[in-house]
């Protein structure tokens, strides 16, 4: 199975940027890949998802015009550039094989299980 590991996560200031990875270990297919993210008392959120296919996006309101998801198959990686960062986008950030719609964002499986992700922190 596809197996996916999170990194380049760290502490920034307000407006800063940062770029998160997603590595997948094997082939990802025709997966959507999303970004979610979980705040300490917070449900977790879809951020943004990347279909390998074809590369349409979708992006959550509140980071839409200041993240931009990107991917390259043959790294078989999906990244996350965050701009214009916000305490608000504070959070551990993962990926997961996705579903996504302009109205959705979610995990593809029931039963996912989810990895390590990787911190966020957006401080002065």
């Known amino acids: 199975q596809v197996q996916l590991v999170e990194s380049g996560g760290g502490l920034v200031q307000p407006g800063g940027s940062l770029r998160l990875s997603c590595a997948a270990s094997?082939?990802?297919?025709?997966?959507?890949i999303g970004w979610f993210r979980q705040a300490p008392g917070k449900e977790r959120e879809g951020v943004s998802c990347?279909?390998?296919?074809?590369?349409?996006?979708y992006y959550a309101v509140s980071v839409k015009g200041r993240f931009t998801i990107s991917r390259d198959n043959a790294k078989n990686t999906v990244y996350l550039q965050m701009n214009s960062l916000k305490a608000e986008d504070t959070a551990v950030y993962y990926c997961?094989?996705?579903?996504?719609?302009?109205?959705?964002?979610?995990?593809?499986?029931?039963?996912?299980?989810w990895g390590q992700g990787t911190q966020v922190t957006v401080s002065s």
């Open positions: 990347i279909s390998r296919s074809d590369g349409s996006t």
């Open positions: 997961a094989p996705a579903r996504c719609s302009a109205q959705t964002m979610g995990v593809l499986w029931q039963r996912y299980n």
């Open positions: 094997g082939s990802i297919f025709d997966y959507f």
